[in-house]
């Protein structure tokens, strides 16, 4: 079965780190890309990181470029996104999702076809 999962969501205070991971199983990892998204309560979805599968390429948006990055480990069909100096509007539902439609590279947010439920991220000041 193809299953998407993240974990490693929690509360803590603005400047620390944290570290998501993400396992999608069921899927040929050398044939996908990966990615992270956001989301705050009544705002529309927000692309953060993406990485090609070989991790040969990665995106990221600009307001997160420098603080976070993203890995993955075929081997184990592991995702990982570390959060560094954290800040209060880094507070949303994080999502992992797969793309399986663009020959393993991040192509377009609309390409990413397989969704994990979240974790929630809450930065305090």
């Known amino acids: 079965q193809v299953q998407v999962a993240e974990s490693g969501g929690g509360l803590l205070q603005a400047g620390g780190s944290l570290r998501l991971s993400c396992t999608a199983s069921g899927l040929n990892w050398n044939d996908i890309a990966m990615g992270w998204f956001r989301q705050v309560a009544g705002k529309e979805r927000e692309g953060i990181a993406c990485?090609?599968?070989?991790?040969?390429?990665?995106w990221y948006a600009a307001s997160v470029k420098g603080r976070f990055t993203i890995s993955r480990d075929n081997a184990e069909g592991t995702l990982s996104l570390q959060m560094n100096d954290l800040k209060p509007e880094d507070t949303a539902m994080y999502y992992c999702a797969a793309n399986l439609r663009v020959g393993g590279n991040c192509g377009r947010a609309t390409d990413f076809d397989l969704w994990g439920q979240g974790t929630q991220v809450t930065v305090s000041s």
């Open positions: 990485i090609n599968w070989n991790s040969a390429n990665s």
